[in-house]
Structures are given as C-alpha cells and as structure tokens.
C-alpha cells in the first residue's frame, strides 16, 4: 500500500505540474537535493480527491519512483528476496508497460526482516535507460522501450547486514556504486553504456567498536559484539555529486566518515571522520555556497557543514543533534527528525 500511494502522489505532481526539461529522473529529484521548480503543486490528497488514476504494485519495495517522459519506474521484490523486479508505469492512464524480473537470487538476506527491503535503492533513469541496482544481489542497465537487459553485474559483493539501500547516480558517462558492508566498504564508478569498472576505491575507518560502545554507555559490549559483529563498518548513504570552485567532487557519506573524490579517476581528496556513533548513514548530501551537509548516523547523531576552501583538510564549521532528511530552500536549512 505505501508503494501504491507513492506512485500515485508522484503521478500527480507530473501530470499537473510538469517543468519542462525537468525530470524527477533519480533518488531526490533531478539534482538530488529534493528541490523542483514546479510551482502550484497539489498538497491535498484522499482516495477521490486529486487522484489521476491507481495502479497496485506486486510485492514488496521501498525504492522511490523515478520519471522520465511519460514513463514511471521502480523496483519491487518478493517479500522473500528470491526474486526482484523492474515495473513501469504509463504515466497518464496508469497502465502497466513492463514487468521485468530482473534477477533471481539464491541466498538473499534474511536478518532483520522489518528492517528493509530487498528493493529499497531507488533507480535512475535517462533517456532510453533505466539503471536498476540491487546492492550486492546486483546491478542492470534496461532499455527502457523495450525492457531488454543491456548488461548487468552481479560481481560486486558485500553484506548490508539488513539488505540494501544505497540508490545508483550517474554523471560524465559513469554510474557510481556504494558498498558499505559489515565485511568490506568500497564505492566504483562504471561505464554506464556497457557496465565495466572505471574506478573502484576501497574505504574504511579503523576504530575499535567496542571502546565507541563504551563512550555510547553500552553495558554488555562482548553480547553486542557477539551479536553484531562490525556494525560499526555498514552505511546506506547514496552520494552526490558537487561543482566547487571549478572542480567536480563525488561526496560519499560511509560509516563513520564521509569522503570526496575525482569523479572520473576515484583519487580520495579528503575525508572527515564522523562523530559518536558514525554508521548507518542513510541520508544523501546536499551542497550550498561552499557548504556540504550530511547526517552521521545512529544514537547521537550530527549535522555537520564543512566548508571545504582547504581541500586536503576541511573542517566541520558546526554541529547538531539532529538527523534525517535534509533540504536547503530560500537559505533555510529543514530536517526531519
């Protein structure tokens, strides 16, 4: 039912208030910042009122829709995570144009069941190519006309623990890839017309677990080890990608610090290491004037902005205790917490 009222709310937004050239194409808009330009948008919805039409949606997926021309997509799964889906939409009437099952997978996560979905990346698309991505049950390129499979890859591994969420971006020819697992951490760049490795980078922070469980005031720290072992190595965070002073930067949040890179080569320009209790990072960063704003993570968590004049070594400018989605608008700062 969410995923029906989702795509619902997002038909609507395009059927009435389309901006020409503007596509709600990838996870948080088409700048991935959650903005748009639509101007006198519906903000009142009942099963009857403003409603275009209905179109329920099999299984089960926290993905978020995508647009592109009279095209909706997004990814569902079966509860069980044994099979997982590509769904598009017609945009004006409703109606199902393709059902594509995208991948089997043999062994799919099972810990922490109400914790997530096995289709919670949300894809992107461009013209005549939809991007779905499965974290470590895999990645595929669709033709979006035909629902043919361009490529896919299902080589780049790692456990999310509580399955995936880390939603695909494209820029410059390359789609990128975040990896944040309790085993290993890495993000890669691929050629988005054929799905080769550009660039892979691996990450991780050394710290030790148990004494940021002992400065959290967690009592039993062996029985939490035991039953989460590298907790503290797992993020969710989907990236994005910025222009300072000339120079294209890809900002990564991961666990327990965020990262910037060269787009194009994945050369790490600097890295600034998260406070507390710094993992599960679900958020995606925004920029503004100089700033870049980012969650941390779980417990106590933090709103950092780093003004990053000094590429090698920025420095966080303040912090807050407050998380979730974030969105800068008319030089105000809104959060949800």
């Known amino acids: 039912m969410k995923k029906l009222v989702l795509v619902l709310v997002i038909c609507c937004f395009f059927l009435a208030t389309y901006v020409e050239g503007e596509y709600w194409n990838q996870f948080r808009g088409p700048n991935g910042d959650g903005k748009s330009d639509a101007q006198n948008l519906l903000i009142q919805f009942t099963e009857s009122q403003n409603v275009r039409w209905k179109t329920p949606i099999h299984d089960q997926g926290w993905s978020s829709p995508v647009v592109w021309g009279n095209q909706v997509w997004l990814t569902t799964a079966r509860e069980d995570g044994i099979e997982l889906f590509a769904v598009c939409i017609d945009l004006e009437n ?55 499979k361009l490529w896919e890859r299902r080589d780049l591994n790692c456990d999310h623990r509580i399955r995936p969420a880390s939603s695909p971006i494209i820029d410059d020819g390359l789609l990128f890839l975040v990896f944040d697992g309790v085993d290993v951490q890495f993000i890669a760049a691929l050629k988005k017309e054929s799905g080769q490795t550009r660039w892979l980078e691996k990450r991780q922070v050394n710290n030790d677990l148990a004494q940021v469980l002992a400065a959290g005031g967690v009592k039993d720290i062996e029985k939490t080890l035991k039953e989460k ?38 050369e790490e320009l600097w890295r600034v290491r998260h406070q507390g209790w710094g993992w599960n990072v679900a958020c995606r960063p925004i920029y503004d004037n100089g700033l870049v704003f980012f969650s941390t993570g779980v417990a106590k968590i933090y709103w950092l902005s780093i003004h990053r004049a000094e590429v090698i070594l920025p420095r966080p400018m303040w912090f807050g205790a407050i998380g979730g989605v974030v969105l800068k608008f008319h030089h105000h700062l809104y959060i949800t917490i």
């Open 94 to 148: 409703g109606k199902v144009v393709h059902d594509i099952k995208v991948f089997d997978v043999a062994e799919p996560q099972s810990e922490y069941p109400d914790l997530n979905s096995h289709a919670s990346p949300t894809p992107v698309v461009e013209e005549g190519r939809i991007y779905v991505h499965f974290g470590t049950y895999g990645t595929a390129c669709l033709d979006t006309q035909t629902g043919k």
């Open 229 to 266: 072992p590298n907790d503290n190595r797992k993020s969710y965070a989907t990236p994005t990608i910025v222009e300072h002073n000339g120079q294209k930067q890809l900002i990564s949040p991961a666990a327990e610090a965020t990262f910037s890179y060269v787009p194009q080569t994945g």
